[in-house]
């Protein structure tokens, strides 16, 4: 997401999604505006400011609000009027086109795809910006000169919601979210918004569960304020999303406080997983997290088949980004890949064309001749003899029926070599009890069945591992034995 210190946090449809552009391929560029670093370039979520920029025609005011307050006699106080924001509305065909200093305000829409669907489900709307001579003009070039305007940003806010929705509502496209970005600075004067807004969910004739109200939590600072603006959206009967998890200063505890309806990670969980293996096995934990609080999860900016897989393997609900489509001035214009080809991909390229539900299936065979092995008398070191030497296995042991070690590891000769010596504390199993782990407890109240654990932490050398265990009679003592194996495994 590119970002500009202006002072103001800026994130929202005019700001954060305007489009600009790119000379260099031909296609247009989202640019993102808030406040922190820049960022963007070559994966096509953001652009140098250079790429595509527009500056403001030289006779405009320099004053932001100076000749929209002074037309139709606006102040501040009167933006809450929807009435008086449609008259800076007008129709070009069936599309709404806003006026702002000169300034043609258009919408586009961005699907928000759902596999399980399969087909989209709500679409993102964003706005275009051109100047008198149909040039498109940055975010850096139209919101730079809203520094510290609070009216200016406020007016711009509402002027583009009030577009996207007669445009949404004019496409008619069934049985669909509209989600829409709101400006922190509007959440922050709710006496100015609830008229206005009110006013323009009963003149649109979108009924108010088809809306989602983007939030990007992370740039306001008063939770009071943050849960007094969910309340207000909420009783309405609206749907609220927080935008942008993850970036900034993202809280989880307001995640849990607030309980959104929708949670949407930042672009940067979803870059960073392909290529980031722990990465990787911590997204799926903080998806179920949000799925805990009752929050459905969409990956945003999803642009290549990577991201697309490891969005999938993390149990997210729904999908946005170029991969799926891009935004367009008509919704059902957007070229959505067909899901059946996109389904088929992804299950050819997830985990390198390795299925781990197939993998852990020969292995449960492995692990039950390995513990009848012990149970007829064979020490551990022979028994899993054969087991031992797979590439993913990392440690076989025995527990007492009190969750004790019984004896040694015995350890994969070749993990001996590569293991973190960081780690060589927690190495030494003498006298360690096992008794709080999920898989004991399960193997001991199951006898004779093979259990298998969720990934988790090895405590023997910080490796993320799943464990099989079973539980068995070796004469009068019961005996649990238990093997760990690498997540995500290599082989079988």
């Known amino acids: 997401m590119l970002r500009l210190k202006l002072g103001v946090s ?8 305007t489009f600009s552009t790119n000379a260099v391929n031909g296609r247009n560029t989202r640019v993102r505006v ?7 370039g070559a994966r096509g979520n953001g652009v140098p400011l250079s790429q595509g920029d527009a500056s403001v025609p030289d006779h405009q005011d320099d004053t932001i609000a100076a000749a929209d307050l002074a037309e139709d006699g606006l102040s501040i106080e009167s933006f809450a009027d929807f009435a008086r924001i449609s008259r800076r509305i007008q129709t070009d065909g069936r599309r709404a086109i806003g006026q702002f200093r000169g300034l043609r305000l258009q919408s586009a829409f961005q699907p ?4 399980a669907h399969p087909r989209p489900v709500g679409y993102e709307a964003l706005a275009r910006v051109r100047d008198p001579l149909g040039q498109p003009v940055s975010p850096a070039a139209l919101f730079s000169r809203s520094k510290g305007d609070d009216e200016g940003l406020v007016l711009l806010d509402r002027t583009c919601r009030a577009i996207h929705m007669r445009n949404f509502a004019a496409a008619d496209p069934g049985m669909c979210w509209l989600f829409l970005n709101v400006h922190p600075q509007v959440i922050l004067d709710r006496p100015w918004y609830s008229t206005f ?7 649109s004739g979108i009924a108010p569960h088809r809306i989602v109200i983007e939030v990007v939590e992370s740039e306001i600072a008063s ?4 849960a007094e603006a969910v309340s207000f959206y909420r009783d309405l009967g609206c749907l609220v999303a927080m935008d942008d998890f993850g970036s900034g200063f993202s809280n989880i505890n307001r995640i849990w406080k607030i309980r959104p309806d929708i949670v949407k990670l930042d672009r940067d969980f979803i870059a960073q997983a392909p290529r980031n293996p722990s990465f990787r096995q911590w997204l799926p934990r903080l998806v179920s997290l949000l799925h805990e609080v009752g929050c459905l999860v969409v990956a945003e900016g999803v642009e290549t088949e990577g991201e697309a897989v490891a969005a999938m393997e993390a149990d997210v609900d729904l999908f946005q980004g170029y991969y799926f489509g891009l935004p367009v001035d008509t919704i059902g214009a957007a070229a959505i890949r067909p899901p059946l080809a996109v389904h088929s991909s992804l299950r050819n390229r997830g985990n390198g064309g390795k299925d781990p539900a197939r993998i852990i299936r020969r292995f449960i065979g492995m ?6 092995g012990i149970a007829g008398g064979a020490s551990i070191v022979e028994a899993a003899a054969l087991l031992i030497e797979r590439p993913s296995v990392q440690r076989c042991f025995l527990l007492d029926a009190d969750g004790g070690q019984v004896g040694p590891n015995v350890i994969n000769p070749r993990r001996a070599e590569r293991d973190d010596r960081k780690f060589e504390p927690l190495r030494d199993p003498t006298g360690a009890n096992w008794v709080q782990r999920p898989y004991f407890h399960r193997a001991v109240a199951n006898p004779g069945e093979i259990q298998v654990s969720r990934p988790y932490l090895s405590l023997t050398g910080a490796n993320i591992c799943l464990t099989f265990s079973v539980a068995f009679e070796m004469g009068p003592k019961i005996r649990v034995f238990c093997c760990d194996l690498d997540w995500p495994p290599e082989a079988a």
């Not at 808030?34 to 963007?40: D, I, K, L, N, Y």
């Not at 928000?112 to 596999?115: D, H, K, Q």
């Not at 807004?197 to 003149?203: A, G, V």
Request: aromatic share 12%; glycine share 8%.
């Open 10 to 17: 800026i994130s929202y449809d005019c700001l954060r999604s």
């Open 34 to 40: 808030g406040s922190g670093q820049r960022r963007g």
């Open 112 to 115: 928000i795809f759902s596999f």
């Open 197 to 203: 807004f009110t006013q323009m969910i009963e003149t």
């Open 223 to 226: 939770e009071a304020a943050l």
């Open 367 to 372: 692990v039950a001749e390995a513990q009848t």
